[in-house]
């Protein structure tokens, strides 16, 4: 398995997602305890081994590298938390990370580091404490008799423990922890415990959904949907097995077990919760995929009728940062990305004019639009956000004026949003507009999500989310 330090230098030099919180580096769809060791020795590799969060940190600030900004780098590091790489391995460290050398003098095996707890921190060559003998753990060896007649051993006591009936009294309570206590000394259970032990700590947690199942796109639950098949295969063959016993038939009728119900108790009779299928279902899946078509993402990202859905204005300008091409990854996925990446990456124009956002754990779905003068009538009322440039010429169709009358009045009915970079100045008519400012940096990526979450939150509290106006839509647009 690949440590952090590989890791880090992949997502830096493909720039894969990189982001951190108070105790954790994310690195794509892993995370790792900031203080995690890596295999990079400071000191030009005489002292101990950086930690993670100093290395990432370094790359976040590698503009402030060198003799020139070592006061700033330090004040940085210090002002924010992170551990600091010294000076002099900071020119190295960054062109290994970066992709220009392909090894460092400063690496390690892993071998050398294995007795280094994962989160210790560097300590300076003075202050280096005696290093710990490895535990002598047994071998789970199955080859051997001796092991395979303690487990034999063990699973007898187990299978005593549980089909053995426990009184509830203090003499019962006290021979079943003396059993468990001798059944767990057991040289096959110690022996377990250590391999178990060493693949706990080889994991690596995922964070997002996809990855956390661990597995290839389209293939999600397979060994769970297969399983629910089966059971509604069984449940069809017992209905035709009961209309085979009907009178006038030979036939014997099928055994009803837990296996043999109609496809509607199919989840009920499996153990499965309904929360599962309400789930499978809004993600435009089907457990039962023997029995009936799934039904796609349009179908079952909203209760509410296609025309209900409402509408997030972005500018046509060449020069906006936001546009139809990038709207849903951001606000969707909390990423930005340009204009000429989203379309060299050959992504679909039509499969990007829809934002999806779980609201009352619902998924509502969002119509993007950046050509107002197609709008038709009752389309006018269903805007409910407007990305703005600064320039009065974004709202020279006069329809605008049926919302609020003028400019001032439209921010009053709908939510004004303006997206700039962090250090570009502000355009004149910002000021006077009722809009709110996104920010997002030029080359920090990971926090860009800071900017969806402020667009979402913004909605919600002016009570314009699809989950709160789609009522309040239908009446204006019927009256």
């Not at 290395?55 to 590091?77: I, M, P, V, W």
Request: charged share 30%; aromatic share 6%; net charge positive.
């Amino acid at each position: 398995m690949s440590d952090p330090l590989s890791i880090l230098r992949e997502h830096i030099i493909q720039k894969k997602s990189i982001s951190h919180d108070e105790n954790t580096v994310f690195l794509g769809d892993l995370k790792f305890p900031r203080s995690t060791t890596t295999k990079y020795k400071q000191d030009r590799g005489r002292g101990d081994p950086y930690t993670l969060e100093a290395l990432y940190f370094l790359h976040l600030k590698q503009h402030l590298a060198g003799a020139t900004n070592a006061r700033a780098y330090n004040e940085e590091s210090s002002k924010l938390g992170f551990a600091k790489v010294l000076l002099a391995d900071q020119r190295d460290a960054l062109a290994y990370l970066t992709g220009k050398q392909e090894t460092s003098e400063n690496l390690v095996s892993a071998e050398d580091i294995s007795s280094i707890a994962p989160g210790s921190q560097p300590v300076k060559a003075s202050e280096r404490v005696p290093e710990k003998r490895p535990r002598d753990e047994p071998q789970l060896n199955l080859s051997d008799e001796n092991m395979v007649a303690a487990k034999k051993k063990f699973a007898e006591r187990v299978d005593a423990l549980v089909l053995r009936p426990i009184e509830n009294t203090k003499e019962s309570r006290t021979l079943v922890e003396d059993e468990k206590q001798e059944a767990f000394s057991s040289p096959f259970v110690r022996a377990d415990a250590a391999v178990t032990r060493t693949l706990i700590e080889q994991e690596r947690v995922h964070t997002s959904l996809k990855t956390f199942a661990n597995c290839a796109p389209g293939k999600e639950l397979k060994s769970l949907k297969d399983f629910v098949g089966s059971a509604y295969s069984k449940s069809s063959r017992a209905v035709n097995g009961a209309k085979a016993a009907m009178p006038g038939s030979n036939a014997q009728p099928t055994r009803r077990d837990r296996y043999n119900v109609d496809a509607p108790d199919a989840y009920k009779a499996a153990g499965m919760d309904q929360m599962l299928l309400k789930a499978e279902q809004r993600k435009g899946t089907s457990l039962l995929a023997t029995s009936q078509p799934a039904k796609s993402t349009a179908q079952l990202s909203s209760n509410r009728p296609t025309r209900w859905e409402p509408i997030i204005v972005v500018p046509q300008a060449q020069s906006s940062l936001i546009n139809k091409w990038n709207a849903k990854i951001l606000l969707e996925e909390g990423k930005y990305r340009s204009k000429e990446d989203v379309r060299k990456s050959g992504a679909d124009p039509d499969s990007l004019a829809t934002v999806t956002h779980m609201e009352d754990q619902e998924m509502q779905r969002y119509r993007i639009v950046d050509n107002v003068d197609a709008l038709g009538g009752e389309e006018w009322n269903r805007i409910v956000a407007v990305f703005v440039q600064g320039s009065d010429w974004q709202f020279k169709n006069p329809k605008w004026n049926s919302i609020g009358g003028n400019i001032t009045g439209l921010f009053n009915r709908v939510s004004g949003f303006h997206l700039i970079y962090s250090k570009d100045p502000e355009q004149p008519n910002i000021k006077k507009w009722n809009v709110k400012k996104l920010t997002i940096d030029r080359n920090l990526r990971h926090l860009d999500a800071q900017a969806m979450n402020q667009f979402w939150e913004t909605l919600k509290h002016n009570n314009r989310l699809s989950s709160q106006v789609g009522v309040g839509l239908r009446s204006c647009v019927e009256s």
